[in-house]
């Protein structure tokens, strides 16, 4: 496998050593070190908890920049569509896909309609599909991450599927190729994100050697221009036809109304997904179908990097159901054909992420965790991350590691300081 | 094979009645055994056995003493339980054969799969009981010899 890029970056200017962040990860991939915060990368899943935790803007997502937008001589943006949710009741998907054009891009593309396709197609691969049981969908990155490196046996579960950002991305970019004359290459597709977890996917894919698309920019840093934007010129751009059935997609959080596989559950949460993957690994999670699963607390809605809170967001996205209506759905005979053709396929199957080992390692392995179960009992196990890992564990195993020591707990330490006083009290010996 | 080559050994206690708590040790000797690098397939396996053996001592038993011994080639676990015992093995063995009451049965367990299922995912199995005492399972998973689980 080749080494990941990662999305998000260290301000060390910025950082004081609080523990806040190393508290929040959830894979234990942060410490504090010498008033600093270190990464190992190799556990990042990218969520972005660090990101939220931190008061200090000390870890913030590597989003492209308009430099990255100057490369290309036609710039187009494709929102995720969590962003129809983040201005309010009045303001409808074409506004905001027309405001687009006042901030630095040439055109936005609406991505509805192949949530609907890609919906669909799942609903078709799960009627035709063998085990293992339940699937497990692929649309958020770090839940796939999470698989991959805490979960590996899970890895053929999940639905090799392409998700509707990259197939969308695909589609515009040939489209407008033809439309415009241009050469593929001459145009930057930029997804509008409302997480961390999506930026390092144009960089290292998931599932394929490489994206459709060229960049991402956080919907937290178009906000304030997009508001003004919309403000100043409520035009809607004509041309984009939303669909609804993709728009109830993403507000079910992937559960489909009238999904033939209707035995589906939706997953949302790190703890909860914890929760889920373990039982499903220990074969203990029988009956549903088809899980769902997003690593934030509700789905895309509370990424770490929107704007409007998560319940307001989904209320104005019903509104804007509410006054669409309903239009026909795809065909389905239109995406079996499609499914038949690889359309939705994946270029390659996701691995997991599991070294070989041999004897040796497993030697070393099993006396490493001799000594962290040793050290652990030592530890007060107060878990209390002053010591800059997240909790007594972890410190054991990056002593073990030689990553830490011992002395690193100020309990340990406050009780090392009271026995050298007590012994530099004591009367020296008469002799 | 050298059975004398103990790489690790840990003993883990679980409590009977404690659904709230039930299946923890399964996960914890779960997240062990993928620190150790061992084939996500054995991981599996034994993962799934150490929860039915987990949750049959929550349901049946006072307390249980589950224990993890790792070899070179194989990984033993055996656990020992002070409780009723089970009456006719060869019964409680056959698939669909379950004693659970009606309020297991409401939280999804008493399929009367759970000894067959540790049986059909070790290498190794076996049961002595003695009524009005208690139970012992060993099981088995060869670690150098992934298989795909029927």
Redesign the interface.
């Given at each position: 496998m080749r080494k990941r890029s990662h999305a998000i970056v260290i301000d060390e200017s910025r950082c004081n050593g609080c523990v806040a962040c190393s508290m929040a990860c959830p894979t234990r991939a942060l410490r504090v070190r010498n008033n600093l915060v270190r990464a190992k990368w190799e556990r990042c899943i990218d969520c972005g908890a660090c990101i939220s935790a931190c008061r200090r803007d000390a870890l913030r997502p590597r989003t492209s920049t308009s430099a990255d937008l100057e490369r290309f001589k036609l710039r187009v943006a494709i929102p995720s569509l969590v962003l129809y949710g983040q201005f309010g009741d009045n303001v409808r998907p074409g506004q905001i896909l027309h405001a687009f054009r006042s901030i630095g891009f040439d055109l936005a593309c609406d991505m509805s309609w192949m949530c609907e396709m890609v919906a669909a197609a799942i609903d078709a691969y799960l009627t035709d599909c063998r085990g293992p049981w339940p699937k497990i969908s692929m649309t958020c990155p770090a839940v796939l991450r999470l698989i991959q490196l805490?979960y590996?046996?899970l890895v053929s579960h999940l639905i090799p599927l392409d998700t509707a950002r990259e197939l969308a991305a695909k589609l515009h970019r040939r489209r407008i190729a033809v439309e415009r004359g241009l050469d593929p290459g001459e145009i930057g597709l930029f997804y509008i994100s409302p997480c961390t977890a999506l930026v390092d996917t144009i960089e290292s894919p998931l599932g394929r050697r490489t994206s459709h698309l060229d960049g991402v920019f956080s919907i937290a840093e178009l906000y304030g221009p997009l508001l003004r934007a919309v403000k100043s010129n409520p035009e809607a751009s004509s041309d984009e036809v939303v669909s609804i059935r993709g728009l109830r997609w993403v507000l079910a959080s992937g559960e489909i109304p009238g999904m033939r596989n209707v035995n589906s559950i939706t997953v949302k949460g790190l703890r909860d997904v914890v929760y889920v993957l373990?039982?499903i690994?220990?074969?203990?999670f029988v009956g549903a179908d088809f899980i769902n699963t997003y690593i934030c607390d509700d789905g895309c809605f509370s990424g770490h990097l929107t704007i409007a809170g998560r319940y307001a967001a989904q209320r104005y996205l019903h509104h804007v159901v509410r006054q669409l209506g309903d239009p026909p759905p795809v065909k389905e005979s239109r995406i079996r054909s499609l499914l038949q053709s690889h359309f939705f396929d994946l270029e390659y199957p996701i691995e997991?992420h599991?070294?070989?080992?041999d004897?040796k390692?497993?030697?070393e392995?099993?006396?490493r965790?001799?000594q962290k179960?040793e050290l652990c009992a030592a530890l007060p196990g107060k878990d209390c991350g002053a010591c800059g890992a997240p909790n007594c564990e972890t410190l054991a195993g990056d002593i073990v590691e030689g990553q830490a020591a011992f002395g690193d707990c100020p309990f340990v330490r406050i009780g090392q300081l009271t026995r050298e006083i007590v012994s530099l009290k004591e009367p020296p010996r008469q002799g | 094979m050298d059975r004398d080559d103990l790489?690790?050994r840990?003993r883990f206690r679980i409590k009977g009645n404690d659904f709230e708590r039930g299946?923890e040790v399964?996960?914890h000797v779960?997240g062990?055994l993928?620190?150790?690098?061992?084939?996500?397939?054995i991981?599996?396996r034994l993962?799934?056995a150490?929860?039915e053996a987990e949750?049959n001592v929550v349901m049946y038993a006072e307390e249980a003493e589950l224990e993890l011994l790792?070899f070179?080639n194989l990984i033993r676990v055996v656990v020992t339980d002070r409780g009723d015992g089970i009456a006719d093995i060869d019964w409680a063995m056959r698939e669909g054969n379950s004693t659970a009451t009606a309020e297991m049965r409401a939280r999804g367990f008493g399929a009367g799969l759970g000894l067959p299922?540790i049986k059909r995912n070790a290498d190794e199995f076996a049961i002595e009981s003695t009524l009005g005492v208690g139970t012992t399972l060993r099981y088995a998973v060869f670690t150098d010899r992934p298989r795909d689980a029927s």
């Open positions: 805490e590996p046996s373990d039982r690994e220990s074969g203990t997991p599991t070294p070989a080992v004897l390692d497993l030697r392995a099993t006396a965790q001799q179960n | 790489l690790y840990e299946g399964a996960t779960k062990l993928k620190g150790f690098g061992l084939h996500p397939e991981v599996r993962s799934i150490n929860f949750m790792l070179p299922n």
